[in-house]
């Protein structure tokens, strides 16, 4: 509302500024030219009688064009002046002094300017302010899809990755191995004994114990294998650019250090492995792959447990 009542105002501001240029050039150009016409044509005519009334007339003439010109000089040397002022208002930060308090025409076209330009601030403020929440919003929402990602990964109890992200690993090995023919293994550990830790300890015990077989493993794996909780106390592991001699040599050193480890409930806690790789053993999906690995943990479990057991399948040609 305020600024509809005041748009009439500003136009008629500048229709008057409009009509005082005119005046102006008016004064500085076209009353000097009228009068060096007249001057030309009253010395164009012979002298007379009258010669020193004319040349009388002709100074006063004169005076009135030096006064015109002057007077429009003026006029337009403060117009002039008024829109430099408005443009240091539209170009910088401070405020020009000397025309605010102007109350003609060109004092309301400088008011006009000032609070478009303070209107243009105060929104590209409330711009940069709601940019500012915008950013800080996506950065959350970034950073709460990477956790949210993360968790649906990761199990619970040991902090390693799920059997849900260790199948889509393996997904991606078998890709690449059909691509460049590199080497893989798979390793499942299965802890001997481990139900008794849970009904005489407890499940708190028996969580800490397999946080415990999380440790080993990480401590002993490369950062390019994909070390997992399967489910219950059972472990995979996913060997990267590791053939079936070097996933057997892994698993044996595994088996040792957990056989030896001083568990906190001082029970002593062993392990059986099962392996299986490509390209030593028959299988063209991972569900075989693991599968393999998976008979080979149950030969092991049924020699005696503590062992370490490799997929029996027939080799590729």
């Given at each position: 509302m305020v600024r509809m009542l005041q748009a009439p105002d500003v136009a008629e501001a500048a229709h008057r500024l409009r009509n005082k240029m005119l005046v102006a050039l008016a004064l500085s150009s076209v009353l000097p030219i009228l009068v060096l016409a007249y001057v030309l044509v009253a010395l164009a005519q012979p002298p007379g009688a009258?010669?020193?009334?004319?040349?009388?007339?002709?100074?006063?003439?004169?005076?009135?064009?030096?006064?015109?010109?002057?007077?429009?000089?003026?006029?337009?040397?403060?117009?002039?002046?008024?829109?430099?002022?408005?443009?240091v208002l539209l170009t910088s930060e401070g405020r020009p002094r000397g025309l605010e308090h102007r109350r003609d025409e060109v004092g309301t076209l400088l008011a006009s300017f000032a609070r478009m330009l303070e209107t243009v601030e105060h929104q590209a403020a409330e711009i940069n302010r709601f940019a500012e929440r915008l950013d800080a919003a996506y950065k959350e929402l970034e950073t709460t899809n990477a956790r949210l990602k993360e968790?649906?990964?990761?199990?619970?109890?040991?902090?390693?990755?799920?059997?849900?992200?260790?199948?889509?690993?393996?997904?991606?090995?078998?890709?690449?191995?059909?691509?460049?023919?590199?080497?893989?293994?798979?390793?499942?550990?299965?802890?001997?004994?481990?139900?008794?830790?849970?009904?005489?300890?407890?499940h708190t015990m028996g969580d800490h114990t397999l946080r415990d077989i999380a440790q080993i493993l990480m401590k002993h794996s490369?950062?390019?294998?994909?070390?997992?909780?399967?489910?219950?106390?059972?472990?995979?592991?996913?060997l990267v650019e590791t053939s079936k001699a070097g996933a057997r040599l892994y698993a044996d050193r595994i088996r040792e250090v957990v056989a030896k480890f001083p568990f906190a409930h001082g029970?002593?806690?062993?392990?059986?492995?099962?392996?299986?790789?490509?390209?030593?053993?028959?299988?063209?999906t991972a569900e075989e792959?693991?599968?393999?690995?998976?008979?080979?943990?149950?030969?092991?479990?049924?020699?005696?447990?503590?062992?370490?057991?490799?997929?029996?399948?027939?080799q590729k040609v």
């Open positions: 009258a010669e020193g009334a004319r040349l009388g007339s002709l100074q006063i003439l004169v005076l009135f064009a030096v006064a015109g010109m002057l007077a429009g000089g003026y006029v337009l040397w403060d117009i002039g002046r008024a829109v430099g002022r408005i443009g968790t649906s990964f990761k199990d619970e109890v040991t902090g390693l990755y799920n059997r849900r992200f260790f199948s889509l690993r393996l997904e991606e090995e078998l890709s690449r191995y059909r691509r460049f023919n590199h080497p893989v293994s798979v390793v499942l550990l299965d802890l001997d004994g481990f139900k008794s830790v849970n009904d005489d300890l407890g490369r950062g390019i294998n994909v070390v997992s909780r399967y489910g219950g106390d059972e472990f995979a592991v996913l029970k002593v806690i062993t392990a059986s492995f099962g392996v299986a790789s490509l390209p030593d053993d028959e299988a063209t792959l693991f599968r393999a690995a998976d008979v080979a943990l149950y030969a092991a479990k049924r020699a005696g447990k503590n062992r370490v057991a490799v997929a029996l399948t027939p």
